[in-house]
C-alpha cells in the first residue's frame, strides 16, 4: 500500500467513524485527491464526489467562482478557498478539499513552477496551506495529493 493510499485509508476510516462527508474540487491534481480516496473499500459511505476544474472556464462554469477572485489568479490562497467553499456547497459536505496551482515546467501567471495551493473548509473553520515544490511535474503532483490528504486527516482528526 503507498502512502497515498495509507493515508486516504485513514480518512475513509475517520470519517466513518465520525460519521463525516467529503468532497473536492481539483486543478493541478488533476483527480488524483478524489482517486486516492475511492481507492479504499468504503470510501461510498463518506465521499459524496468531487471535481476536476483544469482550465479557467471550468472553474467559472461548474463551480461559479466569482470573477473578483479570478483578479488573485488561479494560482492563489483566494482561488484555492473559493474552489473548497464551492465544491462544499454544491454536494453539502462535511469537508472539502481543494488544489490549484502550477506543477511546472513553466512559471505560469508569474507565478514560479511549484508553487500549490491547498485548502480545506471544515464545518467551522476554512484552512489554506502554501506548497513551494522543487520536484517535477510528476513528483509535485503526488506531493500535492499527499499534502492535501495529510491536511484533512489532521484536521478531522482535531474535529475541526
Not at 463525516?20 to 464526489?49: M, N, Q, R, Y
Not at 507565478?111 to 476554512?126: C, D, E, F, M
Amino acid at each position: 500500500m503507498s502512502f497515498l493510499n495509507s493515508i486516504a485509508f485513514d480518512i475513509v476510516k475517520n470519517f466513518t467513524e465520525k460519521q463525516k462527508t467529503l468532497s473536492t474540487a481539483e486543478s493541478c491534481t488533476g483527480g488524483l485527491v478524489a482517486s486516492s480516496i475511492t481507492d479504499i473499500p468504503g470510501a461510498s459511505k463518506v465521499f459524496l464526489g468531487g471535481v476536476v476544474v483544469y482550465a479557467t472556464e471550468m472553474k467559472k462554469q461548474i463551480l461559479k467562482i466569482p470573477d473578483e477572485v479570478f483578479h488573485y489568479g488561479v494560482i492563489s490562497g483566494e482561488m484555492a478557498e473559493a474552489m473548497a467553499k464551492a465544491i462544499k456547497s454544491i454536494t453539502g459536505s462535511d469537508y472539502s478539499i481543494a488544489t490549484t496551482g502550477n506543477l511546472g515546467p513553466d512559471t505560469m501567471e508569474g507565478k514560479p513552477k511549484g508553487l500549490i495551493y491547498v485548502a480545506v473548509v471544515t464545518p467551522s473553520h476554512v484552512y489554506v496551506k502554501e506548497l513551494n515544490l522543487q520536484g517535477d511535474r510528476l513528483s509535485n503532483k503526488k506531493e500535492v495529493a499527499l499534502e492535501a490528504l495529510k491536511l484533512i486527516i489532521k484536521l478531522v482528526e482535531k474535529k475541526k
